[in-house]
């Protein structure tokens, strides 16, 4: 089993900036891949950015150039910059964790929402 617990978020204008931090415990594979995903009243959840326990990253086209994922492997901790955020960036973030292997079990954070007024 593995918990995350997710911090950050909250209220800005466009064009300001937030940080999401996320950290796992419990028992996790070694390779492993953590990271964000986004969810709208009545849409399906969406990939924000994701990063491996190697720094191999992967983003979303909405935020590259905007938005930058980083990890802390020594305390299983990821990091969400987000800049000029806007409206539409709007949603409930939630961490993700699963490992690299084919059938690893997914785990989700309790996620945090983002609001970013006009």
């Known amino acids: 089993q593995v918990q995350l617990v997710q911090s950050g978020g909250g209220l800005v204008q466009a064009g300001g900036s937030l940080r999401l931090s996320c950290a796992a415990d419990?028992?996790?594979?070694?390779?492993?891949?953590m990271g964000w995903y986004r969810q709208t009243p009545g849409t399906q959840r969406e990939l924000v950015a994701v990063?491996?326990?190697?720094?191999?990253?992967n983003y979303a086209e909405f935020v590259k150039g905007r938005f930058t994922i980083s990890g802390d492997n020594a305390k299983n901790t990821v990091f969400l910059q987000m800049n000029n955020l806007k409206p539409e960036d709007t949603a409930l973030y939630y961490c993700?964790?699963?490992?690299?292997?084919?059938?690893?079990?997914?785990?989700w954070g309790q996620g945090t929402q983002v609001t970013v007024s006009s």
């Open positions: 990063i491996s326990n190697r720094g191999l990253t």
């Open positions: 993700v964790f699963t490992g690299t292997r084919a059938g690893s079990d997914v785990y």
């Open positions: 419990g028992s996790m594979p070694t390779d492993n891949v």
